[in-house]
């Protein structure tokens, strides 16, 4: 049971953090976004889960493009 519980401390803290950076945005709590995936993964059978992969990709390459760099000596 600890090994479970290491493992799902572990994804909410490094995960993809798709639903806390949309709250951010949205200006609501991660819980709310989390849970509304949840409900919407059940009711649509899976869209849910391919929207969140589908955010989490995106957000990647949007994170890789748009990096801050300090100087021009960065790249």
Known sequence: ??????LLH???K????????????LGIR???????FIYLTFVT????FALY???AFW???K???YTKRTSVFDL
């Open 45 to 48: 059978l899976g869209f849910g």
């Open 30 to 36: 991660a819980r709310v976004v989390r849970t509304s």
């Open 53 to 55: 992969l589908f955010l």
């Open 14 to 25: 490094r995960g993809f953090e798709v639903c806390r950076r949309i709250a951010d945005r």
């Open 63 to 65: 994170d890789l493009i």
């Open 59 to 61: 957000l990647k390459i």
């Open 10 to 12: 572990y994804l909410q």
């Open 1 to 6: 049971m600890d090994i479970l519980y290491n």
